[in-house]
């Protein structure tokens, strides 16, 4: 590991001698196991909560033919139109030398605006943007980690009390684990969740195949419409454990300085969407093929539920691998953000430890990385269950998410110059889902919502503060020469 420091004017040397080589170098397909280990973790654990969360969370629907066709529409259509559409095929473009992220966005609006004063407002929404990140990269391990051990319940009933426990026991033993690299990590973690992703995949199918029309019924924009036209304030409420499912989108643009673009792109599309539907679908025929009193029942956990017995135990220990994997992909997010805000003045120096020869944005933050343990095992003990933690876990996401948006709208109009025909139709549809999905959040404040704005509020503050202090300081300097 080499350790490095930004220097006192925001500037890297290690970035600056690799410039635009951040792209890790290897093969293709050892990115991509790669990408998938590190990148995919999060949005790869949403279906052991998100479905359930929708029906059986704080606001529950009944999980008749209408809802459960209307979900899973929504499902797909925001896994299109936020991960496909908005971040991999447009915000990813807005690299900043290889990196992503609210702050890389920042940064390349400044250097190609030369700070113009219309940028001061941009600026601070990127700096409350990567604090929602740091409030999501404390949330989404305990909720990862806490829903996979609650399937342990399932093995033995004697699990239940150790649950929260064990959870800890975990939490403490991935961030100890971190001090190994990206590289390391994804070199382990990599082969495991490709195994993970294709047991997701297969659970689907085996029930897709009793009712494989609900593909047809799911990939209909229709049914989501539907939804909405006679159940509308129910449907906009669900939207908000909706979103549950593309939790982690942001975090495949935090972290393209570790494994770059292409691979990122290629593994979403070509296996890592596919299997999340497939088993999103399986579980939407499991409950729409049983009686409504079985439907009742077993909605409260259809991701277990849908698994076999003569498999259960075996799936659920290599779930509980996928959670611990699932928090990788904020945690590396959260170090390359913190580099970047180091780097333009937003926090003080800190050791960062560069953990590959090969890619300049794998690195370790110890600081960091402790600061987040120390979090996530409090919020561990304080909500003691994923579904409490479901209501904090989504305005996080989807306050950054929004902020993204604003962001891309400055960089698509101003310094890429689209023609108007072109981004403003997109930007539409950006915001129109963003305020959409954040809206239905802010209902669940009361219920959880607080915590990640307290977060959020608490890391914005630091950050200005800091950024004010350093500015002030050096015009007290430049008086005094």
């Known amino acids: 590991m080499v350790a490095s420091q930004a220097d006192d004017f925001g500037h890297n040397p290690d970035q600056a001698e690799h410039g635009h080589?951040?792209?890790?170098?290897?093969?293709?397909?050892?990115?991509?196991?790669?990408?998938?280990?590190?990148?995919?973790?999060?949005?790869?654990?949403?279906?052991?909560?998100?479905?359930?969360?929708?029906?059986?969370?704080?606001?529950?629907?009944a999980p008749d033919p209408l809802h459960i066709k209307g979900v899973l529409s929504l499902v797909f259509w925001s896994m299109m139109i936020v991960v496909t559409i908005k971040y991999v095929f447009t915000i990813m473009k807005a690299d900043n030398k290889g990196e992503g992220g609210s702050l890389a966005l920042l940064a390349l609006i400044n250097r190609q605006t030369d700070g113009a004063k219309w940028t001061a407002p941009i600026v601070m929404l990127g700096v409350f943007a990567t604090a929602l990140f740091y409030g999501d990269s404390m949330i989404t391990p305990a909720m990862s980690i806490l829903s996979a051990a609650e399937g342990l319940k399932y093995v033995s009933p004697g699990f239940s009390p150790w649950i929260v426990p064990i959870a800890v026991v975990i939490i403490g033993g991935l961030f100890a684990f971190q001090s190994r690299g990206t590289a390391k990590v994804g070199q382990w973690f990599g082969p495991i969740m490709v195994f993970y992703f294709a047991m997701l995949a297969a659970l689907g199918v085996l029930h897709l195949i009793k009712m494989p029309t609900i593909i047809f019924d799911v990939i209909n924009p229709l049914n989501a419409l539907r939804f909405f036209y006679v159940d509308g304030f129910r449907a906009f409420v669900a939207m908000g454990t909706v979103v549950l499912a593309v939790t982690g989108a942001e975090a495949l643009y935090a972290d393209m300085g570790h494994f770059g673009r292409r691979p990122?792109?290629?593994?979403?599309?070509?296996?890592?969407?596919?299997?999340?539907?497939?088993?999103?679908?399986?579980?939407?025929?499991?409950?729409?093929?049983?009686?409504?009193?079985?439907?009742?029942?077993?909605?409260?956990?259809?991701?277990?539920?849908?698994?076999?017995?003569?498999?259960?135990?075996?799936?659920?220990?290599?779930?509980?691998?996928?959670?611990?994997?699932?928090?990788?992909?904020?945690?590396?997010?959260?170090?390359?953000?913190?580099?970047?805000?180091?780097?333009?003045?937003?926090?003080?120096?800190?050791?960062?430890?560069?953990?590959?020869?090969?890619?300049?944005?794998?690195?370790?933050?110890?600081?960091?990385?402790?600061?987040?343990?120390?979090?996530?095992?409090?919020?561990?003990?304080?909500?003691?269950?994923?579904?409490?933690?479901?209501?904090?876990?989504?305005?996080?996401?989807?306050?950054?998410?929004?902020?993204?948006?604003?962001?891309?709208?400055?960089?698509?109009?101003?310094?890429?110059?689209?023609?108007?025909?072109?981004?403003?139709?997109?930007l539409a549809l950006f915001f129109v889902v963003g305020l959409a999905y954040f809206g239905a959040n802010l209902l669940q404040v009361p219920d959880g919502g607080w915590v990640p704005l307290l977060i959020g509020l608490i890391i914005f503050t630091l950050l200005t503060t800091w950024s004010r202090g350093r500015a002030l300081m050096r015009e007290r300097m430049a008086e005094s020469t």
Not at 25 to 44: K, P, Y
Not at 338 to 353: C, D, E, K
Not at 360 to 382: E, S, T
């Open 264 to 426: 990122i792109k290629f593994s979403w599309l070509w296996f890592v969407m596919p299997a999340l539907m497939l088993n999103y679908m399986g579980q939407g025929a499991m409950i729409l093929s049983m009686t409504p009193a079985e439907a009742q029942a077993t909605i409260r956990d259809p991701f277990f539920l849908m698994v076999p017995d003569m498999i259960s135990t075996p799936v659920i220990i290599l779930t509980i691998f996928a959670a611990i994997i699932a928090s990788q992909a904020v945690i590396s997010g959260a170090f390359s953000l913190t580099q970047q805000a180091i780097q333009l003045g937003f926090m003080p120096r800190l050791s960062i430890l560069h953990t590959s020869e090969k890619a300049a944005g794998q690195i370790y933050i110890p600081a960091i990385n402790w600061a987040l343990a120390i979090m996530v095992l409090l919020l561990v003990l304080f909500f003691q269950s994923s579904s409490n933690l479901a209501a904090a876990y989504g305005i996080a996401v989807t306050g950054a998410m929004f902020i993204d948006t604003c962001l891309i709208a400055v960089v698509l109009l101003s310094l890429w110059k689209w023609p108007k025909w072109r981004a403003l139709p997109l």
């Open 21 to 61: 080589g951040h792209a890790p170098q290897g093969s293709l397909l050892a990115l991509c196991i790669g990408t998938v280990g590190v990148v995919f973790g999060d949005i790869g654990t949403s279906p052991i909560y998100a479905f359930r969360e929708t029906f059986a969370g704080h606001h529950p629907i």
